[in-house]
C-alpha cells in the first residue's frame, strides 16, 4: 500500500547539490580578459550531484533555502561556546609570577 499525502505536488525534495566541475564552485572562470561568469552552473556554482545539470532558477532558490535552513537548524542546536574575556584571563592563575603566582601585569 502507499502512504497517503495530502498535497504531494507541493512538497519539495531535497536535491543533493554539488560544486561545479567547470568553475570549482566559484560561479566564475578565469578568462583571457579576466573573469567571466561560468554558464556550466548558471552561475551558481552548484548542479545537482546526481546528473551534473544545472539546475533551473527557481529550483535552485529552493534547494538553497532548503539547505539554509537545515543548517540554521543545525546552528541552534549546538551548544554555545564559553565566552572569555579579559576578566576571566585576569582572575585565572598564568603561573608567570614569582613562585608560579598569577602576574597580571598591573
Known sequence: MTEKCRHPEF???RIPLAACSACG???AISGLFGQRPCMACNVS???SAATGEPLPLEELAMQ???RLR?????????PL?????PEDQYQSNNRRG???TNYTGD
Open 81 to 85: 561556546a564559553a565566552i572569555s574575556g
Open 70 to 78: 537545515e543548517l540554521e537548524k543545525q546552528a541552534e542546536s549546538q
Open 45 to 47: 556554482g552548484w548542479v
Open 11 to 13: 512538497s519539495t525534495r
Open 98 to 100: 614569582a613562585g608560579g
Open 64 to 66: 538553497l533555502g532548503l
Open 25 to 27: 564552485g566559484r560561479a
